[in-house]
């Protein structure tokens, strides 16, 4: 299991860094990834990383704001937020994955709770 941390009120052009750090799993064998759930919206993907955090992808709404890293001697991966904007508000939720890297949610087979995330205009 992975659990989620790091999230709380900040505002609009500010900078918050999430934590998933895993228990009972050792991350690198996995891809792991973020998601976010805004109130009524479905889940939907952020960023994901490789399993040896060569390769990353960003949803391009994010590109340039959001900065995905892990550290596997911590078991912990991460979400920088930078810059961000009250339609970043949601639930944030870290999965991890024994697949290729993907921006589905059903082909990430882990998941914890989720941080929220409030951004305040």
């Known amino acids: 299991v992975q659990q989620a941390s790091g999230g709380g009120w900040v505002q609009t052009g500010g900078c918050l860094s999430l934590s998933c750090e895993a228990f009972g799993r050792t991350i690198s064998d996995y891809v792991m990834g973020w998601f976010r759930q805004a109130a009524g919206k479905e889940r939907e993907f952020v960023s994901c990383?490789?399993?040896?955090?060569?390769?990353?992808y960003y949803a391009d709404s994010l590109k340039g704001r959001f900065t995905i890293s892990r550290d596997n001697s911590k078991n912990t991966a991460y979400l920088e937020m930078n810059d961000v904007k009250p339609e970043d508000t949601a639930v944030y939720y870290c999965?991890?994955?024994?697949?290729?890297?993907?921006?589905?949610?059903?082909?990430?087979?882990?998941w914890g709770q989720g941080t929220q995330v409030t951004v305040s205009s």
């Open positions: 999965a991890a994955s024994g697949n290729l890297l993907s921006v589905l949610t059903q082909t990430y087979e882990y």
């Open positions: 990383i490789s399993w040896n955090g060569n390769r990353t």
